[in-house]
Every structure is written in structure tokens, then in C-alpha cells.
């Protein structure tokens, strides 16, 4: 089957003979080229390519002035708002939020001739009555509006002196000088394939048809143009309707081909990555089914953000591929550097930087390249410097750039504040060039790539600073960052008429494919929605022709339904599972398609999902072979602690990640106090506090002596403990006020008991350990541990546990011996027990008492351990060594494997 260009060729090479006295204009460049190969085909004779125009181009040719970059366009409006508007100005980086959206509304006004002395007249009045009981604010606010008129002109005005123009007043000049351009051209003009049209285009193609030296032909077919109500028709049925050239000439471009029989399935599938990984199962099935398909097959991209994980999708076995879209720059590698490096300049106080801004920025793949020169100050050097000491807030000083050399690699990324953001452009180049210098040594010709589009890109905020005063700060500059980038893209090279094409739904105007692939037609993206980023309110648009959401929403449907116009296999995919920031249901497109009974036979519909298997949880279990008994030996040899006994009957795997294995928990910033790190300061500062007391009896007054000394050794302790962290404000201040708190209650609750008790310091943090006799096993096994304190009250030996977590009165008794081995709810008990063993190896005692101090629970005193009696005696350890001589053989025991525990 004929596609429309080549349709279109035919009948121009059978009315002229010749292409010499023609010019082809089309919607867009890409359907240009695919025109010029078209052309070459048709031709029986070599021949001049004809002049082939996009309609932009077109219009700009005829206007006589350039487009503008969207950049241009925002700085001369500031420029003219900051001249023609007397009230109090916005500055520049608050203006760039809604100065888009006029300019926006200023190019509708142009494209669509709009008068504008009426319309801003119109919005004035509509504000005025809107905002009749008046305050300061409200009268700053309408005066704003009765200004857009001057704004409006002085804009334009500006821009054309300097021979330039948004694309509206492109435009609008392209109509005042269409006859100047049709007096000294004679050549047959040809418009192909356009649809909907704004009042600039409608002018401009009207008067090159009413002066003869033009034809149009549209992409549309018959079915849809002779339905009076079809959206797809919409447009060119008015065009019939209005345009005084259809009078007596009749249209064409029109086809009778959409009701020929289609393999048309419409898929449900859920999430976006979904539908990317469909596609690319449905492009193998097409290659093995025949690879002819690819050839003249399109993916189009409903939602281009899908672009990346289509092209990911794509089978190894499509060799040709062209993507019509470019790579987003916002989404490389370098764009995401520059981010962190304005987030961390832009959020610097007078501490300093962050520690997790200067971490993401180390953390950086091209900054670990760029510093892997560097030895002494490698990425993850630093790194593990600023987590070692703690280093909420970071300078030069601590990053040692204070009087290092500039050429440090490192120095192209830490430096002292910049004074202005001149300096932050002049600063990035210079990281530019680093990276560059590195990645040419390296190879790596993508990143240079990257690295060549942001050096333009940091050239031209070097420009447009130096050109205006008013980018006076980083985070107004951060701002045209992000709008640039947003913009802008990397463009792929390839072949463009061969292989698998990806592209947009506005890259597909007047293109023909045999297979069509349709993603994301959901509602909200296809089509777009009720989204009105405009100042111009719906019934001032309506009153002045000038394009609302229904007139999106029909182009979008001409757009569908012109790719199922010649297409034999269509597969139509959407989202099953609506996302109010992906769009909503399927579209109304598929359900208006389904409801066509002429084309209801041709339609498969399927609903696509993984394969949901049921994942049971296999619990972890590690064989004990030779190697882990040996290193199980080398532990018992050193020691088994009562809390790594503990840890094993909570969960054996644990046991064996941390205690064989080594594998603790990842070091990292406190930012705030850790809960292991309160308690070390708690146990650090009562040891320190009590020192002097060894081998003596506490008094109220000694006890009462060293209350003073408290808030000082408190804060020793967590200069020592936690580093160089800040606990001047926040949580740590807190933390800080807390552990202050909890010394001082618990100096107080000791006064209190010495009243009426003796109480004798014995020993404080003091290491004990104790060889356990266990005849099944042919080597050592030692229990070591760490008692906090020993102490003598009224003639009664005590070992005292301290805690700062929460304990109660029944975590530390013992109802029975059963289960003492596997219910981690006695690890107290356990605990308290493994202390008393290990402290009647170093002093024999008939009996003794053992217990945890609470600092959550202060209240309850000394919460003692309680088994049969209220003391710890000879047969209170007799069951307990039994007790642990079971535990120690499960752990030594080769047939009984690490398994983990359903906790």
C-alpha cells in the first residue's frame, strides 16, 4: 500500500512533470526527509531536490526575522517588565516562575492575530470586577494587569529592533509581509499533511492559494471527514467550511482506506516499566514472526519520559533503530553533578556544608573518576574521614583545601562560598575541564559528549550573566539552570529512513508505518486533559478564537487515529493501574474506538500481567563444614560475650553475620546521638564519677561533692564518644540535656539510699571471664565479659548491670529454667547470670545479688534478678551451667546448621 508522502508525490509528478518550480512545506523537518526519499524514489531522471520546508521555517523565511531561544525570550521580557511597570518588581528568580506562562499566553495572542490592545483590555475589566472591594495588595495586583498592554508592545518592539522574535511574532510579521513575499515568488507552493492550524498559518496558506501558486493536500481519511461530530475530522472540516479556496476547487489528500481490515489489539498492562518491557517482548515476537515488520514499524511514546526504558527494552536481536527524540540532558550523568553542587552551595550556612550534600557529591561516579587521581584525597577517603568524625557540618579547614593548591582535583569541587554566581559558572567550567582531561586519558567518549553540551550550556549563563544584572544570586541562577536544561537535548545519530523508529506523536505527522505501537494512552496523557497553563481564562479564549483544551484534545485524536489510517498491525497499550501523576484510566480514545462497530471485528482486546508466583520465605541456613568449625574454635578460644550468647538465641544467623563473620552494622554519620552511643556516654561518665569511690564507702557528702562535677564530665564524655558532633542545638541538645538528667537522678537516688544503707564500691567495668569445663568438647571455651559495677550494700555482694533502653521487674525474673536457651524475652536474666558466673570464678561467694539499673525506669530502683530465690546461690548456677553448656554444644555442634529464626 501507497503511503500518503508517496500518494502525494504521484499526483504532483503527474500535474508539473517536474519538481524545478516547487516548494514543499510540511508540519515538520522529520516529515521532510522522509519526503526528500520519497522524492528520490519517484524520479525517473536526475533532477535538483526541490527547496523542502517545515512550517516554522517556512513562516520564519517570509517574517524576515529569527526565533528567539527560550532563554532570549525571558530576559528581554524582564528586561521590558522591569521598564514599563511602575508598582513593586518581582526579582528575576520569582518573575522566571510566571514570566513562562505570559510569554506563553503573549505567543497564543500573536500565532492566533489576536488584537491586543482588546484582549489585555478585556482581562483588565474581567480583574477590575472580579477585585471591586479593593486593598493595597488587590490594587497592586489589578494595576499589574491594566500594564500587560504596555508590557506586550515594548516587548515586541524590543525584539524586533534586534531582529528577533518569539515564534507569535514571528508569525504575526509573516502575515503582515505574505504578499511582499508572493509578489517576487512564483514558484507552486505545496502544503502536505497539516491538520489544525492557528489564524498566523490559516492567513498565510490562504493568501498563497487565493494567489495561485499553492495547492494543499491533507492527511485525512473520508470516514472520519464526512462524520460530523469525529474529532479526527474536526479541523479540516472547518477548513472546507470557511476557506473561500474550496469554493471551487476541490479538496484532496483524503483517503478511503481506515476501513480496511487491521490487526488492532488493545493492551492493558500495569505501570509504566511495564509497558516498556511488553513492547520489547512484543518487538521479538514481530522479528521472529518476520523481520520485514521492524522495517516499516514505529514505537510511539505517548509519554516520552518512557523513552529510557523503551530503549533499554528494546531485543538485542532489532539491529537498526532511530530515535526521532533526543536524550533528555537533564537525565545525565553531568546534569545531576551540577544539581548537587548548587544544592550544596546554595544550602551552605555559616557551620558550613552538610555532610550529606558533600557526601552525594562524592558519591558521584564522574567525581570518584575525577579523584581517583588523586591518592591522598580518593572519594571514598574522605568519605570515611567525614563518617570517622562525625562531621555534621564540613569546611575547608576539615576538608584540608584551607591553604592546599589550587590544581588539587579536589579544589575543583570544594571551594570557599562563591561571592557571585559569575564565579559558580567560572568554578563549573573549570570542573568541566578536569573531568574532561580525565575522561580523555580514560576513553570514555559518551561523558565527553555530556561534558561538551554543559560547557556550551555554562557559556551561555556566562553570557546572559554578563549581559544582565539581575542573575544576582545562586538560586536565581540555579533556576535558569534547571529551565535550560529542561529544554534541551542530546540528540541520537542515525540512520533515519531505516530500521525500527521510535519517535513522539507529533514526529509521526504524515508518516506511514505498516506495524504501530501506541504507549501510555491513558487519559491525561493521551490526550493531555483540562490542563490550562494560561492567564487567559477558558471564556476569554472561546470569545477570541484562541485555542482551549477541546481543540488539544481533537488534534491528539486526529494524531491517533491518522497512525491507524494505513497501519494493518496497531497494538494500543495502557496503563491498568491509574496514577494521579501518570494519568488516569484508559483514554476516551480507545473507548471511542471500541465503541465503532464498523471496527469493532478488527479488535482483540487483552488485559497483560506478569506472572505472580507466590514467594514463600526461605528461612537462611548456613552449614557448619570444617572451615566455620575451626573459626566457631578460634571464638570460644577468645570468648563468647553474654550479649553475643544473647544475639544467638534471638536469631543464630545473626550470630553468625556479626560474631564469625564481623559483619556489623555500616558506619555512618550521627547526626543525631545514637542509641549506642547514649549509652556509652551514660556508663563512660558514671564510671568516671565514681572512680574515686573504689574500695570505699559512698557518703551523702562525697556523693554530693561530685553532683557539681557532672554537666563537665557529661560533656567530656561526648567530645569523646561522639566525636567533633554538635550538640550545641536540635536533638543532640536534647540528648545532651537528657543524659545530664539521668546522672543527676541517679546521683540523687544514691544519696538517697546511703541515708539508711552502707554501700562499698568493689569494682567498676571491670573485665571478667571464666574457662568453662564442657568434656564433649576438645577445646577451650571461654565466657568474657564486661561488668559495670560491684558493689557491697549492708554486708550483701551486688553486680549491677547498667541500661539506658526501658527494662522492667519481669524482664529479670525467672520463673523457670525451661526455655532459657530460646526465648530471647530472658536475655536479661541470661545476662545478669552469665555476670555471676564469671565474678564467682574471680570471688567464690555462697550467695549474692544481681541487678539492671534502668535509666527509663529509674523509679523501680535496682530491679533484681529473681530465680527460685531472691539471690543468686551455688544451685542457681548449677542450673544455669547446665543451661549453657547446652547452648555452647548447639553452637559447636556440626550437624545442628545456623538457621535463621521468623522473628
Not at 512484543?282 to 514472526?289: G, T
Not at 567525581?367 to 580518593?378: P, R, T
Not at 504524515?510 to 490542563?531: A, C
Not at 471564556?539 to 478564537?545: A, G, H, I, P, Q
Request: charged share 25%.
Amino acid at each position: 500500500m501507497q503511503s500518503f508522502l508517496e500518494e502525494v508525490i504521484s499526483n504532483i509528478w503527474a500535474k508539473y512533470k517536474s519538481f524545478d518550480n516547487v516548494v514543499f512545506i510540511l508540519p515538520s523537518k522529520r516529515a521532510g526527509t522522509f519526503l526528500k526519499n520519497n522524492l528520490a524514489k519517484t524520479a525517473k531522471k536526475t533532477f535538483f531536490s526541490p527547496k523542502i520546508y517545515s512550517i516554522e521555517s517556512f513562516v520564519e523565511k517570509v517574517s524576515g526575522i529569527s526565533y528567539a531561544s527560550n532563554t532570549q525570550q525571558l530576559f528581554e521580557l524582564y528586561n521590558s517588565y522591569l521598564k514599563t511597570y511602575n508598582g513593586e518588581k518581582d526579582e528575576f528568580h520569582s518573575f522566571s516562575k510566571w514570566g513562562q506562562t505570559l510569554l506563553q499566553d503573549i505567543n497564543e495572542i500573536d500565532r492566533y492575530l489576536v488584537n491586543p490592545q482588546q484582549i489585555f483590555s478585556y482581562l483588565y475589566a474581567i480583574k477590575e470586577l472580579d477585585y471591586w472591594d479593593k486593598t493595597k495588595m488587590m490594587k497592586a495586583y489589578i494595576h499589574f494587569w491594566k500594564n500587560l498592554e504596555q508590557l506586550y508592545t515594548h516587548f515586541n518592539s524590543n525584539l524586533i529592533d534586534k531582529g528577533i522574535g518569539h515564534q507569535g511574532l514571528v508569525y504575526r510579521k509573516a502575515t503582515a509581509n505574505i504578499e511582499d513575499y508572493i509578489a517576487v515568488n512564483s514558484k507552486q507552493h505545496i502544503f502536505i499533511g497539516f491538520n489544525a492550524l492557528n489564524k498566523a498559518e490559516d492567513y498565510i496558506i490562504q493568501k498563497i492559494l487565493e494567489y495561485g501558486i499553492g495547492d494543499i493536500y491533507w492527511d485525512i481519511d473520508s470516514y472520519f471527514l464526512e462524520d460530523p461530530i469525529h474529532d479526527a475530522g474536526y479541523f479540516i472540516r472547518q477548513h472546507k467550511k470557511n476557506w473561500p479556496y474550496f469554493r471551487d476547487n476541490p479538496l484532496k489528500g483524503f483517503s478511503n482506506i481506515y476501513l480496511s481490515q487491521k490487526n488492532i489489539q488493545v493492551i492493558g498492562v500495569p505501570k509504566s516499566v511495564s509497558q516498556a518491557k511488553y513492547v520489547g517482548g512484543l518487538l521479538k515476537d514481530l522479528k521472529e514472526k518476520d523481520g520485514d515488520y521492524i522495517k516499516n514499524t514505529a514505537v510511539i511514546l505517548g509519554d516520552e519520559t518512557l523513552l529510557n526504558p523503551i530503549i533499554n527494552s528494546i531485543p538485542k536481536e532489532i539491529e537498526g533503530i532511530n530515535i526521532t527524540m533526543g536524550y533528555p540532558l537533564h537525565k545525565t550523568p553531568v546534569a545531576s553533578l551540577f544539581s548537587q553542587l548548587f544544592e550544596l552551595y546554595i544550602s551552605t550556612s555559616s557551620k558550613g556544608w552538610y555532610f550529606k550534600n558533600v557526601i552525594d557529591v562524592l558519591s558521584h561516579p564522574y567525581v570518584q573518576i575525577l579523584l581517583s587521581v588523586d591518592e591522598e584525597n580518593s572519594s571514598s577517603k574522605i568519605s570515611e574521614e567525614i563518617i570517622k568524625k562525625n562531621w555534621v557540618h564540613i569546611n575547608l579547614h576539615k576538608m584540608g583545601l584551607a591553604s592546599q593548591k589550587k590544581s588539587s582535583p579536589l579544589s575543583l569541587l570544594f571551594y570557599k562560598n562563591p561571592d557571585s554566581p559569575i564565579e559558580f559558572v567560572e568554578k563549573s567550567l573549570r570542573l568541566i575541564e578536569g573531568i574532561k582531561n580525565v575522561f580523555i586519558e580514560k576513553g570514555n567518549s559518551l561523558g565527553l559528549e555530556y561534558l561538551y553540551r554543559f560547557n556550551r550550556l555554562f557559556n551561555q549563563l556566562d553570557e546572559v550573566i554578563k549581559k544582565h544584572s539581575f542573575i544576582k544570586d545562586l538560586k536565581t541562577l540555579y533556576g535558569l539552570y534547571q529551565e535550560l536544561i529542561s529544554s534541551e537535548t542530546l540528540d541520537f545519530q542515525g540512520e533515519p529512513l531505516k530500521g525500527l523508529q521510535v519517535m513522539g506523536m507529533l514526529e509521526s505527522r504524515n508518516l506511514d508505518f505498516e506495524t504501530v505501537i501506541i504507549t501510555s494512552v491513558n487519559e491525561g496523557i493521551l490526550p493531555s486533559g483540562k490542563s490550562n497553563n494560561s492567564f487567559i481564562p477558558f471564556d476569554v479564549k472561546k470569545e477570541y478564537d484562541l485555542p482551549t483544551y477541546k481543540e488539544k484534545d481533537a488534534v491528539y485524536t486526529y494524531h491517533f487515529y491518522r497512525l491507524l489510517h494505513r497501519a494493518k498491525n496497531v497494538y494500543i497499550l495502557y496503563n491498568t493501574e491509574p496514577d494521579v501523576l501518570e494519568g488516569g484510566e484508559k483514554s476516551r480514545l480507545i473507548t471511542q474506538l471500541l465503541t465503532d462497530e464498523n471496527k469493532a471485528q478488527d479488535i482483540i482486546q487483552i488485559i497483560a500481567s506478569p506472572e505472580i508466583q507466590a514467594v514463600s520465605k526461605n528461612l537462611e541456613q548456613v552449614q557448619k563444614g570444617e572451615n566455620l568449625i575451626n573459626e566457631i574454635k578460634k571464638l570460644a578460644s577468645k570468648g563468647f560475650s553474654p550479649s553475643s550468647l544473647s544475639n544467638y538465641i534471638r536469631n543464630p544467623i545473626d550470630f553468625y553475620k556479626q560474631s564469625i563473620l564481623k559483619i556489623n552494622d555500616v558506619l555512618e554519620v550521627e547526626e543525631n546521638v545514637a542509641a549506642n552511643t547514649f549509652g556509652t556516654i551514660v556508663h563512660d561518665t558514671l564510671e568516671e564519677l565514681y572512680m574515686p569511690f573504689v574500695g570505699s564507702f559512698l557518703t551523702q557528702e562525697n556523693l554530693m561533692a561530685i553532683k557539681t562535677s557532672i554537666p563537665k564530665i557529661v560533656t567530656s564524655n561526648f567530645k569523646k564518644t561522639y566525636s567533633d558532633g554538635d550538640i550545641t542545638s536540635g536533638k543532640n541538645l536534647i540528648a545532651y540535656n537528657v543524659v545530664l538528667k539521668y546522672i543527676e537522678t541517679f546521683i540523687q537516688m544514691e544519696i538517697h539510699e546511703v541515708k539508711n544503707h552502707q554501700i562499698k564500691i568493689i569494682g567498676l567495668e571491670e573485665k571478667l571471664e571464666v574457662k568453662l569445663n564442657i568434656a564433649e568438647l576438645d577445646f577451650p571455651v571461654i565466657l568474657k565479659g564486661k561488668l559495670d559495677r560491684i558493689d557491697e550494700k549492708d554486708g550483701v555482694i551486688r553486680i549491677i548491670d547498667y541500661k539506658t533502653g526501658k527494662v522492667e521487674a519481669r524482664d529479670v525474673k525467672l520463673t523457670d529454667w525451661e526455655g532459657l536457651n530460646n526465648d530471647y524475652k530472658k536475655n536479661k536474666a541470661f545476662q545478669l547470670l552469665c555476670y555471676a558466673l564469671m565474678y564467682n570464678e574471680k570471688e567464690s561467694f555462697q550467695t549474692i545479688e544481681a541487678g539492671i539499673y534502668s535509666f527509663k525506669n529509674l523509679k523501680s530502683g535496682l530491679l533484681k534478678f529473681k530465680a527460685e530465690n531472691a539471690y543468686i546461690n551455688e544451685e542457681t548456677l548449677t542450673n544455669f551451667k547446665a543451661s549453657l553448656k547446652e547452648l555452647i554444644l548447639e553452637i559447636c555442634n556440626p550437624e545442628i546448621s545456623f538457621l535463621e529464626k521468623e522473628l
